[in-house]
């Protein structure tokens, strides 16, 4: 359990701009309450002119690591001393690491996206291209995470088609493609727009040209039940809410922060209650 606070105690935080909506805490305090480390995990609003000179201030500190959202996940990546693969091809990281005053960035949305299809047996990677919808930061991330996994192609469908060219261009790989029609069958189709966010729309898709039954993960998760899911669901297909890739990018930053493997609990149900709780 969190023991008392004291100057022995590891610090880790979450990083964006607002944060004060953040999951991260309550699924960390929650795993390090049932472990046995001295540690604590914060949630620090920075704002966006400040973030360089935060980052600075911090390289030489004590500070374990940090978990970094929106907007600052490019610049977490530019000023790393190294990176991962993984980070590198997305363009951006969600998590740092401080170690004798090096940055190391990694990326683990891309995991997590993968975690939360995986849960379900009927994903299998190899069975068609998968359908991305969007093609920003998390998009991004997502296309890496998604060939790794195994699916032969990904097809990007997004509002601006020069968005699309520049994410096959950082990417460099023949696999990414223009969406141009409806494949049969699909790995999965995954909303990466923020379209849904706070019940704003949904992504536009002709639900009737999706012919066979394929998995359907809206990366947005406030509202859980989103527009999109909704849609899929009537349309008779298996859904995925963004809460299962929060958590399943939650675990390895854990790991990687606090050197071991998160505690088996059941850190969703907490999630919803501080979901329903927040709206
Ligand atoms: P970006 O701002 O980088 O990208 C936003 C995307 O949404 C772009 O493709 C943009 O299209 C599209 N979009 C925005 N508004 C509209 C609109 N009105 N009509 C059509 N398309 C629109 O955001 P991120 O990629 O970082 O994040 C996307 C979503 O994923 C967010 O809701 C974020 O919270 C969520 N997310 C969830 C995670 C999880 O663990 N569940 C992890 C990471 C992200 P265009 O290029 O045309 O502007």
């Known amino acids: 359990m969190i023991k008392g606070l004291s100057a022995q105690t590891k610090l880790a ?31 620090l609003d920075v704002t966006e002119a400040g973030f360089a000179a935060f980052m600075a201030g911090l390289r030489e500190s004590q500070i374990l690591g940090l ?10 990546l530019a000023v790393a001393d190294e990176a991962s693969d993984i980070a590198a091809r997305a363009g951006a990281a969600n998590l740092l690491r401080f170690q004798s005053g090096r940055i190391w960035a990694d990326n683990t949305d891309g995991a997590g996206l993968i975690e939360a299809l995986s849960i379900h047996e009927t994903f ?31 097809h990007v469908k997004n509002r601006s088609p020069d968005k699309v060219l520049a994410l096959q261009a950082a990417l460099g790989d023949r696999r990414v493609k ?45 509202p859980l039940n989103t527009t999109f899911l909704q849609q899929a669901s009537i349309y008779g297909h298996q ?25 088996p609990i059941d ?12 709206g």
């Open 13 to 43: 935080a979450v990083v964006g701009h607002p944060v004060g909506h953040s999951l991260s805490p309550i699924l960390h305090n929650a795993w390090l309450a049932a472990s046995d480390l001295d540690a604590v995990y914060l949630a």
């Open 124 to 154: 299998l990677p190899s069975q068609g291209p998968a359908l991305l919808l969007g093609a920003g930061g998390a998009a991004r991330g997502a296309v890496g995470a998604l060939l790794d996994a195994g699916v032969p192609e990904v």
């Open 267 to 278: 850190v969703r149900r907490l999630a919803l209650a501080q979901l329903s709780a927040t």
């Open 67 to 76: 978990n970094v959202t929106l907007p600052f996940k490019a610049a977490a």
């Open 178 to 222: 223009t969406f141009s029609s409806m494949a049969d069958p699909l790995a999965c189709i995954v909303n990466a727009t923020s379209l849904g966010l706070n019940g704003q729309g949904a992504p536009d898709l002709d639900w009737t040209s999706v012919r066979t039954p394929t998995l359907v993960l809206d990366m947005v998760y406030r």
């Open 239 to 263: 859904v995925i809410d963004g809460l299962a890739m929060l958590i399943g990018q939650a675990r390895p930053s854990f790991a990687a922060l606090f050197g071991i493997a998160p505690p």
